[in-house]
């Protein structure tokens, strides 16, 4: 080897050093960056000229690359938008709302929360991507292995929302002892479509042993008490009750509708659920415990909601993200895909830890999370990052030393280099 390619070599191994201490810097600087990959940098021998000619040359050339399949640890955080993704898989997101599927990308940075425009972002400023979805969590998209049935999380456009009753339960004791022909009254809530609630009244006739007749009254708006509010259907129902005070039967079926609302709600279909034929959950029939003959221990629960606003969203393991109101209610809103690749070691690096799809990464399939080899979700919680202190340290000593080293043979090569221009004068 000439003195000319000791010199080159030498600078090469300096380059090559110099670039290994770049990504020792950036792992450490990074060792606290939510799912941060740690750059390993790995080192190949150039030879140049010919097998066995007098004038080759060797340097060496120094080639980065991320673990992207390495778990960093998953830790719990207090924040209900937090999701990490525990084994294979990416999150899809996009730099801008609205950009085509051909310029999303992927990352596993999961520290998303809602901004000022109602946008779910990561700290990096990228936008969640999921399937719009049904208030019962089914996915709207007809085509689930396309990016474009993606969207960027919105919930700016979610107001309050309400619940239309569908079930009423009811407990209550009619007094065995009470008179043929007594008639004693009760009342129900229920909740219309807009979230207004009515009154519906029921009068209870013994009409003969162990048997009553059932009839409902046309609702009122629970906030006076007076005005009719809509038009009811249904009834009467013949109750009838075993001699051991349990339930015997009700006919017709205890089902009623009310159509009409005052208050301009979608009409409503409601079920009575007065107990089980036969049992003694509900309604039952013994003796009254009061001097006051009348409808006792009397308890309904329907399953409509008052109108609400929204109040927090939440993930859950299921990728799935749902709305919170403050009566109660939840409505599912998108759900989640994982992003899967066949070399996930192949994806182009955008900026932090984002990523791009390329030939070498493979084709992107999206799946639910834990289906399809996608890894499963953990709510409120973030992965950490890959970087083990320890380790960059002791890798930082190597190349140090071989940095030392290399530039020990420069300066022998330009010392060597004097002393022949010394000869020649």
């Given at each position: 080897?000439?003195?000319?390619?000791?010199?080159?070599?030498?600078?090469?191994?300096?380059?090559?050093?110099?670039?290994?201490?770049?990504?020792?810097?950036?792992?450490?600087?990074?060792?606290?960056?939510?799912?941060?990959?740690?750059?390993?940098?790995?080192?190949?021998?150039?030879?140049?000229?010919?097998?066995?000619?007098?004038?080759?040359?060797?340097?060496?050339?120094?080639?980065?690359?991320?673990?992207?399949?390495?778990?960093?640890?998953?830790?719990?955080?207090?924040?209900?938008?937090?999701?990490?993704?525990?084994?294979?898989?990416?999150?899809?997101?996009?730099?801008?709302?609205?950009?085509?599927?051909?310029?999303?990308?992927?990352?596993?940075?999961?520290?998303?929360e809602t901004n000022a425009d109602g946008y779910l972002i990561n700290t990096e400023g990228f936008y969640l991507m999921g399937w719009p979805t049904d208030a019962d969590g089914n996915v709207l998209a007809s085509n689930t292995n396309d990016l474009t049935g993606l969207s960027a999380i919105n919930l700016s456009s979610i107001g309050?929302?309400?619940?239309?009753?569908?079930?009423?339960?009811?407990?209550?004791?009619?007094?065995?002892?009470?008179?043929?022909?007594?008639?004693?009254?009760?009342?129900?809530?229920?909740?219309?479509?807009?979230?207004?609630?009515?009154?519906?009244?029921?009068?209870?006739?013994?009409?003969?042993?162990?048997?009553?007749?059932?009839?409902?009254?046309?609702?009122?708006?629970?906030?006076?008490?007076?005005?009719?509010?809509?038009?009811?259907?249904?009834?009467?129902?013949?109750?009838?009750?075993?001699?051991?005070?349990?339930?015997?039967?009700?006919?017709?079926?205890?089902?009623?509708?009310?159509?009409?609302?005052?208050?301009?709600?979608?009409?409503?279909?409601?079920?009575?659920?007065?107990?089980?034929?036969?049992?003694?959950?509900?309604?039952?029939?013994?003796?009254?415990?009061?001097?006051?003959?009348?409808?006792?221990?009397?308890?309904?629960?329907?399953?409509?909601?008052?109108?609400?606003?929204?109040?927090?969203?939440?993930?859950?393991?299921?990728?799935?993200?749902?709305?919170?109101?403050?009566?109660?209610?939840?409505?599912?809103?998108?759900?989640?895909?994982?992003?899967?690749?066949?070399?996930?070691?192949?994806?182009?690096?955008?900026?932090?830890?984002?990523?791009?799809?390329?030939?070498?990464?493979?084709?992107?399939?999206?799946?639910?999370?834990?289906?399809?080899?996608?890894?499963?979700?953990?709510?409120?919680?973030?992965?950490?990052?890959?970087?083990?202190?320890?380790?960059?340290?002791?890798?930082?000593?190597?190349?140090?030393?071989?940095?030392?080293?290399?530039?020990?043979?420069?300066?022998?090569?330009?010392?060597?280099?004097?002393?022949?221009?010394?000869?020649?004068?």
């Amino acid at each position: 080897m000439s003195l000319s390619a000791a010199l080159s070599t030498a600078v090469s191994g300096l380059t090559a050093q110099s670039r290994a201490l770049s990504a020792i810097s950036e792992n450490i600087a990074n060792s606290s960056t939510t799912a941060y990959k740690t750059t390993d940098v790995y080192f190949q021998a150039l030879v140049s000229g010919g097998k066995g000619s007098s004038t080759s040359t060797s340097a060496v050339t120094a080639k980065s690359s991320q673990a992207m399949s390495v778990q960093g640890t998953v830790t719990s955080t207090s924040v209900a938008t937090n999701v990490a993704i525990q084994d294979a898989g990416f999150f899809v997101v996009t730099n801008e709302p609205g950009a085509a599927a051909s310029e999303d990308m992927y990352t596993r940075n999961g520290s998303f929360e809602t901004n000022a425009d109602g946008y779910l972002i990561n700290t990096e400023g990228f936008y969640l991507m999921g399937w719009p979805t049904d208030a019962d969590g089914n996915v709207l998209a007809s085509n689930t292995n396309d990016l474009t049935g993606l969207s960027a999380i919105n919930l700016s456009s979610i107001g309050g929302t309400a619940k239309a009753t569908t079930e009423i339960e009811m407990s209550a004791n009619v007094p065995a002892d009470a008179a043929v022909g007594a008639a004693l009254t009760t009342s129900m809530q229920m909740i219309d479509s807009l979230g207004v609630s009515h009154t519906v009244g029921q009068t209870w006739t013994k009409t003969a042993d162990n048997t009553w007749s059932l009839t409902l009254s046309d609702p009122v708006l629970t906030s006076d008490g007076v005005t009719q509010s809509g038009t009811i259907s249904g009834g009467p129902y013949t109750v009838v009750f075993n001699t051991d005070g349990s339930l015997g039967s009700v006919t017709p079926a205890l089902d009623f509708s009310v159509t009409g609302f005052s208050s301009g709600a979608a009409d409503s279909a409601v079920t009575l659920d007065i107990g089980e034929v036969g049992g003694t959950d509900g309604v039952t029939q013994y003796a009254s415990t009061s001097s006051t003959i009348g409808l006792e221990d009397v308890q309904t629960e329907q399953d409509g909601a008052l109108y609400g606003e929204l109040s927090g969203i939440s993930i859950d393991s299921d990728g799935l993200v749902t709305a919170n109101f403050d009566n109660g209610i939840s409505l599912a809103i998108y759900q989640i895909p994982i992003a899967t690749f066949s070399n996930p070691n192949g994806l182009t690096l955008v900026s932090g830890t984002t990523y791009d799809e390329n030939s070498a990464a493979g084709q992107v399939h999206l799946n639910l999370p834990g289906e399809g080899g996608a890894g499963s979700l953990v709510a409120s919680a973030l992965e950490g990052s890959t970087t083990d202190i320890a380790t960059e340290f002791n890798k930082m000593i190597i190349a140090q030393q071989a940095y030392s080293a290399a530039s020990q043979v420069v300066s022998s090569a330009g010392d060597m280099f004097d002393s022949l221009i010394q000869a020649v004068r």
